[in-house]
Structure formats: structure tokens, C-alpha cells
């Protein structure tokens, strides 16, 4: 029996001050989950279609000139086809759903992915205890819940649009963490003498006073200190859990 699962997620694009920007494309909240490809397959169509015809044609890049020929030449003998009319470049005419979906192709206007995953592997998400928040991705629109198949995932550059997100999120996240906990070594931890060494032998900690202090660099050195600096606290300063793909859409 196959692991595979069929994701549904919605997809962005980069806004220029005039229009979207088709090449400029981000992966957003998941719609939904499907077991069944077909099932997934014929769902993924309608959802293109049905938001192919919620915004105008010419607010997208493909009509401001941003294609290649090739692509405006195959556009303009495909809407010939099947209309019997030339395609004045400025608003979508009415098909049928099979065609208006072959349209959304060859224009690049998908505001869904449809992905295939072995949902054998795990799916991770970041949760803050500090702020009882999951941890979400930095982009130029809307806010996406981070997510991986490993526990790196924060670091991983497919999750981001390009470095500048990818910096923001990850200094963003480091920001929001408590990094100075207070009290006695035996009231942070069910493992002070451990603890004790992991302070002595790191210069990252300090303890001093009832005050643990965790110095942070804002790079994947400084999520690996944390993690182990995790495993001995009875509250952790971040957490990495483990989701199903249905959970990671109700979560989105």
C-alpha cells in the first residue's frame, strides 16, 4: 500500500506596486489532504479554475509582457481554438472547466500546488511556549506555518521565497524566545547535575545568581545548543513536534 498523500496548498505571488508577479511564486496555507490522486487531481482543478476567474488578467506579470513569445503565441492559438475568437489579452473568456484549467497552465495563473508526499516521513513544526504560538515563515504576503521533514526545517532555503525571508524568519524566531530563565538549577531541571556540566562546558551559558542565560546567534549552531540545553529543561524554550499532514492543515 502506497505512503503517498496528495497536498493541496494555496500559492502566492510577489506583488510589484502593479501587478503579480508569476515567476515570484510562494507556497502558502494547505488547503487539503487527500489519500486518493484523483480525488486530489479533480479537486486541484476546480480550485484553479475557480480562482483563474477572481481577478483580472491584466493584474497579473504574463499581461504586462513578462512572457516569452513562445508562451503568448501558445496562449493566443489555444484561446482561437477553443472560442473562435483572437484573445484580446485582457480579460479570460468563458471555457469550460477543462479548458479554462489547460489556460491557467499555459498563463502560469495557478494559485494552488498540488504535491505529492510519502507521508511516512515525519512533518515538524516550531511551537514557542514563551508565546503559546506555532512559528510561521516571513513573505512578502501572507504568513505561512513553517514546516519540514526534518528537524531543521527553519534553515531549509526550499522554504523561502529568497534569503531575505528566510532571514527575517529566522531572526524573528530567535527573537520571540526567552533566553534568560530564572531559578535554581534544581527548579529548571529534573537533571541539575547534567545541567551543571552542560553550563561548565559551553560558552554560550551562563548561570549566575539564579539566572540561566543563553547566548544566541541567530544560525543553526545556536538552534542545536538550544536543543540539547532542551532536553534538560522541565520547560523548554522551544519545542519541535510532530504532526500528521491533517493536522498540519487545520494548523495553517
Same mark, same amino acid.
Given at each position: 500500500?502506497?505512503?503517498?498523500?496528495?497536498?493541496?496548498?494555496?500559492?502566492?505571488?510577489?506583488?510589484?506596486?502593479?501587478?503579480?508577479?508569476?515567476?515570484?511564486?510562494?507556497?502558502?496555507?494547505?488547503?487539503?489532504?487527500?489519500?486518493?490522486?484523483?480525488?486530489?487531481?479533480?479537486?486541484?482543478?476546480?480550485?484553479?479554475?475557480?480562482?483563474?476567474?477572481?481577478?483580472?488578467?491584466?493584474?497579473?506579470?504574463?499581461?504586462?509582457?513578462?512572457?516569452?513569445?513562445?508562451?503568448?503565441?501558445?496562449? =493566443?492559438?489555444?484561446?482561437? $481554438?477553443? +472560442?473562435?475568437? &483572437? @484573445?484580446? *489579452?485582457?480579460?479570460?473568456? !468563458?471555457? %469550460?472547466?477543462?479548458?479554462?484549467?489547460?489556460?491557467?497552465?499555459?498563463?502560469?495563473?495557478?494559485?494552488?500546488?498540488?504535491?505529492?508526499?510519502?507521508?511516512?516521513?515525519?512533518?515538524?513544526?516550531?511551537?514557542?511556549?514563551?508565546?503559546?504560538?506555532?512559528?510561521?515563515?516571513?513573505?512578502?504576503?501572507?504568513?505561512?506555518?513553517?514546516?519540514?521533514?526534518?528537524?531543521?526545517?527553519?534553515?531549509?532555503?526550499?522554504?523561502?521565497? =529568497?534569503?531575505?525571508?528566510? $532571514?527575517? +524568519?529566522?531572526? &524573528? @524566531?530567535? *527573537?520571540?524566545?526567552?533566553? !534568560?530563565? %530564572?531559578?535554581?538549577?534544581?527548579?529548571?531541571?529534573?537533571?541539575?547535575?547534567?545541567?551543571?556540566?552542560?553550563?561548565?562546558?559551553?560558552?554560550?551559558?551562563?548561570?549566575?545568581?539564579?539566572?540561566?542565560?543563553?547566548?544566541?546567534?541567530?544560525?543553526?549552531?545556536?538552534?542545536?545548543?538550544?536543543?540539547?540545553?532542551?532536553?534538560?529543561?522541565?520547560?523548554?524554550?522551544?519545542?519541535?513536534?510532530?504532526?500528521?499532514?491533517?493536522?498540519?492543515?487545520?494548523?495553517?
Amino acid at each position: 500500500m502506497s505512503n503517498n498523500k496528495y497536498v493541496i496548498r494555496h500559492q502566492s505571488f510577489g506583488y510589484n506596486d502593479e501587478w503579480y508577479d508569476l515567476d515570484w511564486a510562494m507556497q502558502g496555507a494547505i488547503k487539503a489532504v487527500y489519500s486518493d490522486k484523483t480525488e486530489a487531481e479533480q479537486q486541484y482543478k476546480k480550485l484553479i479554475v475557480r480562482a483563474l476567474y477572481q481577478d483580472d488578467y491584466y493584474n497579473f506579470s504574463i499581461a504586462n509582457g513578462e512572457g516569452d513569445d513562445q508562451q503568448y503565441e501558445a496562449i =493566443e492559438a489555444f484561446i482561437l $481554438e477553443k +472560442t473562435g475568437e &483572437e @484573445f484580446d *489579452g485582457e480579460s479570460i473568456p !468563458e471555457m %469550460n472547466e477543462d479548458d479554462a484549467f489547460e489556460f491557467a497552465k499555459l498563463s502560469g495563473i495557478l494559485h494552488y500546488q498540488l504535491i505529492e508526499i510519502d507521508d511516512s516521513l515525519p512533518n515538524y513544526v516550531l511551537f514557542n511556549p514563551t508565546t503559546q504560538s506555532y512559528v510561521y515563515a516571513s513573505t512578502p504576503e501572507e504568513s505561512v506555518l513553517l514546516t519540514g521533514q526534518n528537524e531543521l526545517f527553519l534553515f531549509d532555503d526550499k522554504n523561502y521565497v =529568497e534569503d531575505y525571508w528566510k $532571514e527575517q +524568519t529566522i531572526n &524573528e @524566531f530567535f *527573537g520571540d524566545l526567552k533566553l !534568560e530563565l %530564572n531559578g535554581s538549577l534544581e527548579e529548571l531541571s529534573d537533571s541539575p547535575t547534567l545541567l551543571q556540566q552542560l553550563i561548565h562546558d559551553n560558552f554560550w551559558l551562563s548561570y549566575e545568581n539564579q539566572q540561566l542565560k543563553v547566548k544566541s546567534f541567530a544560525d543553526q549552531d545556536s538552534f542545536n545548543w538550544i536543543k540539547s540545553l532542551n532536553a534538560l529543561l522541565k520547560e523548554p524554550i522551544f519545542e519541535i513536534r510532530q504532526v500528521t499532514l491533517e493536522e498540519l492543515a487545520t494548523l495553517n
